[in-house]
């Protein structure tokens, strides 16, 4: 890994993104979404991703030009259309729009369907929390989990957001429905460090904490066995049915392939519920109580690192992989 | 367990509820309540629970007359008011009230606050089904789960429900976010049996499968551990937030206290996204698809097992503890 400056790392995407015939706005956009999840430490969902973004354009999976359309109205729910554009533009637009109802209805849902892998989750809940929102969404996944009782992926790990807006620090939770996702078992396996806990099953069906085990069994494991498998089917059909979109089983099985994705966003508007002060002071309370004070525990609330990983990053430059900054680099002067 | 006539059952409950000063109607709801609890298989939050039901009525925790009041709007959502009331009433009553809101605005929310332990979770799951809605609700509990990184319980369990309607068994998930409830561990321990997998730490803090440790040391596992934890977190801010009712810091932390719970209740109107049939289908197919063909494999959907215990115990009556049900008979004649 080496550090690059933020902004270094954001204009040379950026450029890429306007060669790839983005247009100005929807480049830097794009662009900041991309440096953003490095700077904020979600590695596998930032920069790292960047080569294969690009390939899915190159090879028509992912269409720069698509621009997501409303479907249909039913007063405070929208489906919109991906028409497969960028997955994180496509996001970003149907978070905002969310928001937009919620100002209207005190609650805005937005199913988006066709669309495409959005990268960093955890971006839309950040985006909600900054516009004062409570923001909740999630995606489904091409087959990556096997369902519990089940040894072939028939699930997706459907990652799930929840975030809430604080002024000293939102919290924000971002996370799969598998234990660990591949980018982590490859971490994981590469340094050839022990899992800190169970991540799935080896090929002999006995839960393991070696990554590569279960890489080659293709078998993570879902949060709390049975009830994470439960909650990856639901939101699975909850982001089908509301999006008229595409389930888990008909998206391909093929990561440079996987497109066609259905997701839900929903934001509540806070501003119309009480005064920001109080609302602050419901989330701090809370905070504070869950820290406790006993000596040699860390709890810390989702989103908490994130902060001080972003801060460092700021100032110290995002790390990056040397080989892929390297692609992403030689790509920018080639083309 | 001795098995007893469901109409005996409802019958022997509406009675008690009558004599303790609910209306006829509040009473045959909340009778039903606690005995589809039963008749479905989740024991532990049924007939089971009716004594402490009744003890918290006889101590004044539950106030039989409260009705869920209106106490803000705000297009959408809505706050209510739960004036501590029985808590299967009071949140029977908030998913009517959102689905309501759901046909008139596509999603309704209900935030309530200051309300009593819920019962079955599930219960409420099912009703937003029934009517054709997709339903999602959850409940803040008091502290009962240590967070990640702690020993003492300064989260909630905080159940989750999420529902989605169909013509051959509507799919609810019904899970709190620890691995095992207080019940469950409290049977297998009884049994003397080990915990199908670690189901939290023992008093030297290591995972264990063994209940009466678990029990003991009061620290039970989140699902996914960090994951479940902030999951946790989250709906406990959410719904403080949402209803400007109590966190899970602020609810005396006695089962037999356990009163002024915050409760978010969320339904989306499916009828007006789509017909019936094509709804059905897709949710089959997904069904279908996830249930797979292996030889061997057992794959249930969340719900699938409570038709077929439903069924049973309509059928051969309901499982319920001896003593659990002398002690309700023994109070019914003698009051």
């Not at 706005?25 to 904020?40: I, K, N, Y």
């Not at 992926?153 to 000293?168: D, E, F, I, K, T």
């Not at 799935?200 to 990554?211: K, Q, S």
Request: proline content about 5%.
């Amino acid at each position: 890994m080496q550090r690059i400056a933020y902004q270094e790392v954001y204009e040379t995407l950026l450029e890429i993104l306007l060669r790839l015939g983005f247009s100005v706005e929807r480049a830097q956009l794009c662009a900041r979404l991309f440096t953003d999840a490095s700077c904020d430490g979600v590695y596998s969902h930032g920069v790292h991703r960047f080569p294969r973004f690009r390939q899915m354009i190159e090879s028509g999976v992912v269409d720069v030009h698509a621009e997501p359309m409303l479907a249909a109205q039913l007063g405070a729910v929208e489906r919109w259309d991906g028409k497969c554009g960028p997955g994180n533009l496509n996001a970003f637009a149907c978070m905002d729009r969310a928001i937009a109802l919620s100002r209207q209805y005190g609650v805005g849902c937005v199913a988006l369907a066709n669309t495409n892998h959005w990268m960093r989750g955890g971006s839309y809940g950040w985006q909600a929390a900054e516009a004062g929102a409570i923001g909740i969404c999630w995606t489904n996944t091409m087959p990556n989990l096997p369902p519990w009782g089940a040894t072939e992926p028939r699930l997706g790990n459907n990652p799930l957001v929840l975030a809430v807006p604080r002024a000293s620090g939102h919290i924000v939770l971002d996370m799969a429905m598998s234990q660990f996702s591949y980018g982590t078992l490859e971490a994981y396996r590469i340094t050839n460090e022990e899992l800190p806990v169970n991540g799935g099953f080896d090929a002999g069906g006995e839960l393991t904490r070696d990554a590569a085990a279960i890489e080659a069994s293709g078998r993570p494991l879902p949060i709390g066995y049975w009830k994470g498998s439960g909650l990856a089917l639901l939101l699975d059909m909850l982001a089908a049915l509301l999006s008229g979109g595409l389930a888990t089983r008909e998206i391909a099985r093929d990561s440079y392939q996987e497109t066609r994705l259905s997701q839900i966003f929903v934001a509540f508007d806070l501003p119309a519920i009480d005064q920001a002060q109080l609302r602050n002071e419901i989330v701090n309370n809370i905070v504070t109580f869950t820290h406790g004070t006993n000596p040699g525990e860390t709890v810390r609330y989702p989103g908490e690192q994130t902060l001080k990983t972003r801060l460092e990053n700021r100032r110290h430059g995002i790390p990056i992989a040397a080989d892929v900054w390297a692609q992403i680099t030689s790509a920018s002067s080639a083309s």
